[in-house]
């Protein structure tokens, strides 16, 4: 009987350890799908110049750029530039999500809101925001202010469109059934049109993340001594062509990284919806 259990043991751990093998060759080949275009990329990005496709002097190796994004890291000059940037985008997404979140709910939920602010939303979210930054410069000065609200504005149209969106394209059928079952106005709103219309208001919120940093960087090449913006112009400027290219390779990052990040904060709060669609 011990040596039945043993062989029992023994082959339900083979079969578990098969299985993590299998996994990881899944990993590995889904991790090298999605990676294979980016190192042709690169590879293309190293030779190209080396052979003399492209003007090295305008278009350098990767490697000579990794070499001047490491000297850039090690001198403090590319830690000071981007926590510069980064303090101007977060503080201005930050405030455009606290203030165009409820506004949008407010306006896609309440009939008399919309009616009165949709025909200033829809004359403001057409004035492209870098076209209105030498106003936010006259009034608020080069300092940090005037970028922080540039940020802000950029960032406000897409999570208030998304959000009046999510909450007026809410299933008919959710709301009339949690009616059906005696919910007020507010909790009907509390547990079935915020939790509904989440999905859409992380798009917005994606798309204001990546206005975040491009409005951003823009602003920083008009007026500022700080930030990647003005890392990228100085050094183009400069004629710094290898320290030009690592600010923009740094920018792409920081981008994919936030990406990244609200991605995975959106499956944590809609974990229905990603089990449901599996």
Not at 149 to 177: E, H, M, Q, R, W
Request: aromatic letters at 10%; proline letters at 4%; one cysteine or more.
């Amino acid at each position: 009987m011990a040596s039945v259990n043993a062989g029992k043991a023994l082959i339900l751990g083979r079969k578990e350890s098969f299985d993590a093998i299998g996994w990881i060759v899944t990993k590995l080949r889904k991790a090298f799908k999605n990676s294979i275009v980016i190192i042709a990329l690169l590879l293309l990005w190293e030779f190209a110049p080396r052979l003399g496709l492209v003007d090295a002097t305008f278009f350098p190796p990767i490697s000579e750029i990794a070499t001047a994004w490491w000297q850039l890291l090690l001198s403090g000059d590319l830690g000071e530039h981007t926590t510069a940037s980064l303090s101007r985008s977060l503080g201005g997404f930050l405030l455009a999500i606290l203030l165009s979140i409820p506004l949008g709910l407010a306006i896609g939920w309440w009939k008399p809101v919309s009616e009165y602010l949709n025909p200033l939303l829809e004359l403001l979210r057409n004035t492209a925001a870098l076209a209105i930054l030498p106003v936010f410069i006259l009034l608020l000065g080069l300092g940090e202010t005037s970028k922080v609200a540039i940020v802000l504005y950029a960032c406000a149209f897409p999570l208030l469109l998304n959000t009046i969106s999510g909450v007026k394209n809410v299933d008919p059928l959710l709301i009339k059934s949690a009616r059906s079952m005696g919910l007020s106005s507010i909790q009907l709103f509390r547990k079935v049109i915020i939790p509904a219309a989440i999905p859409t208001i992380f798009v917005g919120i994606r798309q204001a993340g990546a206005s975040s940093i491009l409005v951003l960087v823009a602003a920083e090449m008009v007026g500022a001594k700080s930030g990647l913006g003005y890392l990228i112009q100085y050094t183009q400027f400069s004629f710094q062509i290898t320290n030009m290219y690592a600010g923009i390779i740094s920018i792409s990052v920081i981008g994919v990284i936030i990406n990244f990040l609200l991605v995975t904060l959106e499956k944590r709060l809609t974990g229905w919806k990603q089990t449901y669609s599996e």
